[in-house]
């Protein structure tokens, strides 16, 4: 690989955008795609497989054989709430290879006793999200139940085009936050993206079993490609 393809994939990698790596195994060519610049035809749709799933591999085109290298950025929660569930979410998180951050202006609650070696930042979320920026490859838990918290970086969320976007309440206080959204500039579309009540219907009752309902269905729309998951 030549130095100027390599500072090529390195800036991709450094600002978290998705890169394949083509080498045309007959010549040795090296050629660089993201999600935009990918071809069209059998080539383009192995290089978005390989994108969606990270896994890199041999394909076979036209007779021509080719290795595919993709690269995708670590995926990242961003959790709203430093509450019992995120305790319990943090650790599953970490162990499922996400980079996690937690945010809470509540310093009550955001301690580092309840959250040892953890990315803990104690402040509200329209501070920490002017430099934490949000974007395609993060997902943003909400879990306070308070509009005062939540309600910024779930449209944060929703304008940054997060693979997943999960808001923990009711179906009664989800539709109140959906109003508030709204009177925002968001349309139903838009809307329809927010998974709530959050998690998986798996009937989860303690905080460590929501956890799992919410890493769950992190993990199915992430895999899917689908923003409200398999």
């Not at 192995?46 to 591999?57: D, H, M, P």
């Not at 979320?125 to 993060?138: F, N, S």
Request: hydrophobic fraction near 40%; proline fraction near 5%; glycine fraction near 6%.
């Amino acid at each position: 690989m030549d130095a100027a393809t390599l500072e090529r994939l390195n800036h991709y990698r450094t600002n978290r955008i998705p890169v394949a790596l083509v080498t045309e195994l007959q010549s040795g060519i090296n050629t660089i795609f993201t999600d935009e610049t990918s071809p069209d035809g059998d080539l383009g749709d192995a290089i978005a497989s390989a994108l969606q799933s990270g896994k890199s591999g041999s394909v076979t085109i036209d007779d021509i054989p080719y290795f595919i290298n993709a690269y995708r950025p670590q995926p990242r929660i961003v959790i709203i709430g430093a509450v019992h569930i995120s305790q319990a979410l943090v650790p599953m998180a970490k162990l499922a290879d996400f980079d996690v951050t937690i945010v809470d202006p509540r310093t009550a609650f955001a301690t580092e006793e309840r959250f040892a070696m953890s990315d803990l930042i104690a402040d509200w979320p329209e501070d920490v999200l002017k430099t934490r920026v949000l974007d395609r490859h993060t997902a943003l838990v909400a879990i306070t139940h308070d509009p005062k918290i939540d309600d910024f970086p779930l449209a944060e969320a929703l304008r940054s085009r997060c693979f997943y976007v999960g808001a923990l309440g009711s179906r009664k206080s989800h539709a109140a936050r959906l109003e508030r959204l709204k009177n925002q500039g968001f349309d139903d579309d838009q809307l329809s993206l927010i998974h709530g009540p959050i998690g998986l219907n798996i009937g989860a009752a303690s905080p460590a079993e929501i956890a799992v309902a919410i890493l769950a269905e992190v993990i199915c729309t992430m895999r899917s490609g689908s923003k409200r998951g398999g």
